[in-house]
């Protein structure tokens, strides 16, 4: 398609530029690529058109002014209103493929890993697209929710590779910045609702208000409620119209932790979940409600549930240690994976690695400091993201929680607190590691640098064994 094409219901033109793609971020930039180049959250598109161009971008768009530059530039004004009408007129197959959303604070990616292996078992091909990255695309994911450029190019990809069905992560921010605008969203699934970027919402109720426009769309069919949730009638009135599945732990006509994780029991069926947390019990549930709601069978789907594996980073065991890494930061995500330790490890202490992320809602450091205090018997408080802030002042943020009279350690630098944690761990002492997850890298203000916790843990322990080794023969 070339350029005029695409600007011909927006603005009238004469430039004759093929193009291949568009992009807001030089990061996922194609060579053919139209750049767009808007006002950032922090950063502004025109500081990265040379990079832009470098990556094989052959004209930019730009709002307000032309901008002199080494490739076409063509000014629209009031661009961004216009990314929904670019996408769809490009990626005009987008639309074309169906969605599951998932929003809420916690379990959004659990559930959407669920429901994306469900329908992979029963045969479906699916894409999955969320905070680990896109599958089946060559594109990556910079956010939860991807920009919506981004999304239609990975939306168009999928219908060519004949990819009718998507599961989505959708954020807040994603919701309030209209990511989503135009796809086909058919079924629309709520996780839970706790405190989370209240920097950027300002109030829990906004954060809220956010997330129940996903259940408001025209182009929502079915929704899928927890009803455990407090927040629960308010999604529910959010749905109004659409036809309404409610799930919750009550389901299970049974259900025995064990070590491993859980023996439940649901209709006729007796089997095993195998991983911890009464949290991954609703993920689970909402899934087999999701899938079954596209028509598929309960006692097709159910004798599956035993064979679903966690995400990375979500609440996951490194073998053969009592470690556990979670993406856990938030205060109710740090609460769920403590206590879901003690239950099924009611016999050992628990350990915390742990921090909070700088440029964030700073409002949780306290809470989270308070209730790892109270929960864990020790903590290690390290670095997270600091991004910008000075790591000492987020820690002092989160000591502001815990009681003076509680021991702990500081150790900022992320790769040596756990790699003590690992080596001094006792027998009888389950080690969290929360905050990161699956992340590989961790941000400072002038740096960002590799470091991935689940390689952190596999090498400590492996130097552990070794040290363990040298003190037997002594």
Not at 19 to 30: E, R, V
Not at 55 to 79: F, H, P, R, Y
Not at 84 to 100: E, G, P, R
Request: with cysteine.
């Amino acid at each position: 398609m070339n350029i005029a094409q695409l600007l011909a219901n927006i603005v009238q033109t004469k430039i004759d530029i093929e193009i291949k793609g568009l992009c807001l971020n030089t990061q996922s930039a194609q060579p053919g690529d139209l750049f767009i180049v808007l006002q950032g959250e922090s950063a502004h598109g025109a500081d990265y058109i040379s990079q832009a161009i470098d990556k094989g971008c052959v004209a930019i768009l730009v709002d307000s002014k032309e901008i002199e530059c080494a490739i076409q530039s063509i000014c629209i004004d009031n661009l961004s209103q216009y990314l929904q009408t670019l996408a769809s007129t490009f990626y005009s197959n987008a639309t074309k493929v169906n969605i599951t959303g998932i929003t809420g604070t916690n379990g959004k990616t659990s559930v959407a890993h669920f429901v994306s292996q469900l329908l992979t078992k029963l045969g479906v091909k699916n894409g999955l697209i969320g905070t680990l990255g896109i599958t089946h695309s060559q594109q990556s994911s910079l956010n939860t929710t991807p920009d919506i450029l981004t999304l239609y190019r990975t939306l168009d990809n999928y219908y060519q590779d004949n990819i009718h069905h998507a599961v989505l992560e959708v954020s807040s921010h994603a919701l309030a910045q209209d990511r989503i605008a135009g796809l086909t969203i058919k079924q629309a699934i709520f996780t839970n609702l706790t405190q989370d970027h209240l920097d950027y919402h300002h109030t829990l109720d906004e954060y809220q208000a956010s997330k129940q426009k996903l259940f408001a769309l025209d182009c929502v069919e079915s929704v899928i409620l927890n009803q455990d949730d407090s927040h629960y009638k308010h999604f529910l009135n959010a749905a109004k119209g659409k036809k309404q599945i409610s799930y919750s732990l009550s389901d299970f006509d049974s259900v025995k932790i064990i070590e491993q994780g859980f023996l439940v029991q649901l209709d006729h069926y007796v089997f095993e979940i195998p991983f911890l947390g009464e949290f991954n019990l609703l993920n689970v549930l909402a899934a087999l409600s999701s899938v079954e709601t596209l028509g598929f069978k309960r006692d097709d789907i159910i004798p599956l549930l035993h064979q679903l594996s966690p995400p990375p980073g979500r609440m996951q065991k490194i073998d053969p240690h009592l470690t556990w890494i979670d993406y856990a930061h938030t205060p109710d995500a740090i609460e769920n994976a403590i206590s879901t330790l003690q239950k099924h490890y009611p016999n050992f202490k628990i350990r915390i690695v742990f921090g909070c992320g700088g440029n964030r809602d700073k409002d949780k450091r306290a809470k989270m400091g308070k209730i790892a205090s109270k929960l864990a018997d020790t903590i290690i408080l390290t670095n997270d993201n600091p991004r910008s802030e000075n790591p000492k002042a987020i820690i002092e943020d989160i000591l502001s929680g815990i009681d003076d009279s509680y021991e702990l350690d500081i150790i900022e630098d992320r790769q040596f607190a756990i790699e003590t944690a690992v080596i001094t761990l006792g027998e009888n002492e389950c080690l969290l590691i929360a905050g990161k997850g699956h992340e590989t890298t961790q941000t400072f203000k002038d740096k960002t640098i590799e470091l991935n916790d689940k390689d952190i843990v596999l090498t400590a322990i492996i130097e552990g064994n070794r040290l363990k080794k040298i003190k037997n023969r002594q």
